[in-house]
Nanobody, 121 residues
């Protein structure tokens, strides 16, 4: 079974930047798509960004213009560049693969373990 592992989380001041990475091991079905989700304390997990089968990138409204999702140079890798970070971006960020376009939790077939992003105001 495929496994996903995120890295790159950390603590940053508001206005700062972080780049998250995700690497998948094992077989990844060629029809699966990739996405990032996050879950803040006391809130439900929500979609942040995803890449469709045709390469189309989709972003949640709160992160549009600030976050960029990209397939990594390495095979089976994904990144999320986050700029102009806000306090409300504080959350546990998860890499996910699943049924395209991976825009919602029901689409996901595999989750990473998550990486913490903490933004101080």
């Amino acid at each position: 079974q495929e496994q996903l592992r995120e890295s790159g989380g950390g603590s940053v001041q508001a206005g700062g930047s972080l780049t998250l990475s995700c690497v998948a091991s094992g077989y990844i079905h060629r029809n699966y798509c990739w996405g990032w989700f996050r879950q803040a304390p006391g809130k439900e997990r929500e979609g942040v960004a995803s890449i469709g089968g045709d390469g189309t990138k989709t972003y949640a409204d709160p992160v549009k213009g600030r976050f960029t999702i990209s397939k990594g140079n390495a095979k089976n890798s994904l990144s999320l560049e986050m700029t102009s970070l806000k306090f409300e971006d504080t959350a546990l960020y998860y890499c996910a693969i699943g049924v395209c376009p991976v825009s919602g939790i029901p689409d996901v077939v595999q989750w990473g373990q998550g990486t913490q992003v903490t933004v101080s105001s």
